[in-house]
């Protein structure tokens, strides 16, 4: 398959054009967020000609999770990402989507990404939260790469209506200073308000 081939190469010579540029530049603070940034940025870009490559439905979507999901990726972390599926889809029940999932996720190794992956409708990903604060916090720093906005919107607005103030404040306080504080307040406020359509 050329066309992951020339993902494979774009994104390893991307990633270490970066390198270099950060090797030239020096290591300021300045210089490595910025570099994080553009690493998950560069990242994106693969992820989202995987995503096309992988033929989803329209109504699937790809979810940068944890530090990725902030936009921020250092060199040798993984990529945590969740495959979002429509409420009414079973991967276990369809071969032909489990295939696309196991062909997306090997494509994803095979260019390079070190994945971190899971495969999940909202509806599982609201039964996950509930149980596990790791999971409410990973899914806080969620934002969409590919795929349906309709779907990551229910995603957010689902999970917004799990976390009552108290226990968001708790999960934020969790995450300690290190979240930038835009981060901090477009969630607070999008926890307080449905999300508008863009």
Known sequence: MPELAL???QYRAGKTALFKSLATSGASTRGIHSLLRKLAQHTDVTLQKLWLLADFAPDACLVAAGGYGRGELFPHSDVDVLLLLPDNSEANDNPQLKAKIETFISN???SGLEIGSS???VADCVLEA???VTVQ???LEARLVVGSRKNFVRLQTQLAGLLDAKRRQQVLAGLGTNWPKTV???RLKSS???PTKR
């Open 108 to 110: 994803c190794w095979d």
């Open 130 to 132: 509930a149980k596990d």
């Open 119 to 121: 495969v999940r409708t």
């Open 137 to 139: 916090t990973s899914l």
């Open 184 to 186: 901090w307040r477009r």
């Open 192 to 194: 307080k308000s449905k």
């Open 7 to 9: 993902a494979r190469e």
